[in-house]
C-alpha cells in the first residue's frame, strides 16, 4: 500500500520546479533573451516528450499485453483524447503567448497579464495529471509502475517546469510588474499541478482498468502542448539548432532518469 504522503511528495515536485523557477525574478535583472527562451523552450519539449514515451505510452501498451496484437489499442484511443481535450481547451480558454501579440481562444477583456498565466497554466494542466495518473498506478499495485518510475516522472517534469517558471515571470517583470507580484503570477501558473494531479489520482482509484487510457491521454495532452507551442517557440528566429540541442539535452536527460530510476 502506497502512504499517501508519497503521493502527495509526488504531486508537489513538479509544483516545486515552477515555484523555484519563478524565483529567477529576485536574482536576474533583465527579460530573458530570445536565444535562451529557444534553449529553455526546447528543453521542455524534450523531457515532455521523452516523458510521454518513457512514462505514458509505453506502460500504456505494456498494461494491455493480454490484448495480443491489438494492446496499442487501449493507447492509440487515450492518446487522441488527450489531444482533443487540449485542442477544446485551446479553443474555450482566452490565452496569449509569450512573444506574441494576438490572443487566442475566445474574445474576452481579461488583462493581457491574465492570458499569459492561463497560457502557461495550460501546459501544467496535461503535466499535473500525467504525474497523477502514474501515482495512481503505483497506487494500484500493477507491478508496471514502480516507484522510481513515478519518481523520475515526477523530478523529469519539476526540471522542465524550472524553465517554465522563468519564462512566465521575467516577462511579466519586464513589462513592469514587480518582481513580488511577477513572482507571485508563476507560482500561480503551477499550481493546477497538484490541483489536476490529485484529481486524477482520486478519479483513477475507482478507474483502474482504464489506466491505459488515462496513461495515454496524459501522453496526448502533452505532445499536443509540445508540437502545439514549444516546437514553434524553440525554432523561431536565427540559430534554430540551439533549441533542437536543448531538446535532444531534455529528452536524453529524461530518458535516462526513467531507465535509471524506473
Known sequence: MILISTILIGLFIPF??????????????????????????????????????????????????????????????????????LLLLDHIIPHLHIGIDQAEGPRSKLTRTVML???????????????????????GGTGIITGGAALAL??????????????????????????QKSFALGVLSGAVEPVFGGITVLLAGFLVPAMPYLLSFAAGAMLYVVVEELIPEMTVGEHSNIGVIAFAAGFSLMMALDVALG
Request: aromatic share 12%; proline share 4%; glycine share 10%.
Open 16 to 85: 516545486i520546479g515552477t515555484a523555484a523557477g519563478s524565483a529567477c525574478v529576485f536574482f536576474l535583472k533583465n527579460e530573458l533573451k530570445s536565444g535562451t527562451q529557444r534553449i529553455l523552450s526546447g528543453f521542455a519539449a524534450g523531457v515532455m516528450v521523452a516523458a510521454s514515451i518513457w512514462s505514458l505510452i509505453v506502460p500504456a501498451i505494456e498494461q494491455s499485453s493480454f490484448l495480443e496484437k491489438f494492446a496499442f489499442l487501449p493507447a492509440f484511443i487515450g492518446f487522441w483524447a488527450g489531444i482533443l481535450f
Open 117 to 139: 498565466v492561463l497560457a502557461v497554466t495550460l501546459h501544467n494542466i496535461p503535466e499535473g495529471m500525467a504525474v497523477g495518473v502514474v501515482y495512481a498506478g503505483l497506487a
Open 154 to 179: 515526477a523530478l523529469g517534469i519539476a526540471i522542465q517546469n524550472f524553465p517554465e517558471g522563468a519564462i512566465i515571470s521575467m516577462p511579466l517583470y519586464a513589462e513592469g510588474k514587480n518582481r
